[in-house]
């Protein structure tokens, strides 16, 4: 079944404590993004990549990175996470380069509580 | 810059229709988005417009004026499942990545 894959759905973690939210595709996608979701700011775009070691911001970078090593995988990392982090994650990919001329596909969200 | 505005809520009765609506401001256009997102899951793709008019799928049509900046999501026939919220997206100046609008939430009454 062509999907996105996330893990964990559900973190409750604490101030400063590193950690990493992995995101996957099984559609050999060459785009892959990251966005965060939070009540009354809609869906915002975190980081994107448009083929394997090619990433990019999006317009809400601060105190996250990715990497991008293999074509399937594009995993989030939280070095230092904060409350502000507090938030729904989705990881998202799409056929092509060029993120904003095709379908996204979703994965089914990660739900992140930093304490 | 990118501006995408659409209703925060709306409210509806099961087998009526409703039109929401969207207008956008971009840079550089690549077409418009609908994706559908029901509480607490993935948005899913509904409809992608990139040349005007009405495009239609079973009770979902969207249409496109780009001259005015203007995109509506016509649903007919509405049934409970539909009580979601209804993204617009269009793209940015570059072309790589969708920009979102906060959303609107139907609520699909009986």
């Known amino acids: 079944e062509a999907q996105v894959t996330q893990n964990p759905r559900y973190l409750i973690t604490v101030t400063g404590k590193k950690l990493t939210v992995t995101c996957s595709q099984n559609m050999n996608h060459e785009y892959m993004s990251w966005y965060r979701q939070d009540p009354g700011l809609g869906l915002r775009q975190i980081y994107y990549s448009m083929n394997v070691e090619v990433t990019d911001k999006g317009d809400v970078p601060e105190g996250y990175k990715v990497s991008r090593k293999e074509k399937r995988n594009f995993p989030l990392i939280l070095e230092s996470p904060s409350p502000n982090q507090t938030s729904l994650y989705f990881c998202?990919?799409?056929?092509?380069?060029?993120?904003?001329?095709?379908?996204?596909?979703f994965g089914p969200g990660t739900r992140l509580t930093v304490l | 810059g990118q501006n995408i505005d659409q209703p925060t809520e709306m409210t509806a009765t099961e087998g009526a229709i409703v039109q929401i609506n969207c207008t956008y401001q971009t840079s550089g256009f690549n077409g418009l988005f609908w994706y559908q997102q029901h509480a607490g899951e993935a948005p899913t793709f509904l409809s992608y417009n990139v040349l005007d008019g009405l495009e239609e799928k079973g009770r979902f049509s969207s249409f496109l004026s780009r001259s005015k900046g203007y995109s509506y999501l016509l649903l007919k026939e509405l049934q409970m499942k539909d009580s979601a919220s209804y993204l617009c997206?269009?793209?940015?100046?570059?072309?790589?990545?969708?920009?979102f609008g906060k959303g609107t939430t139907l609520s699909v009454s009986s």
């Open positions: 998202a990919s799409s056929l092509g380069t060029s993120g904003g001329v095709a379908e996204q596909f």
């Open positions: 997206a269009s793209s940015n100046q570059a072309g790589t990545a969708l920009i």
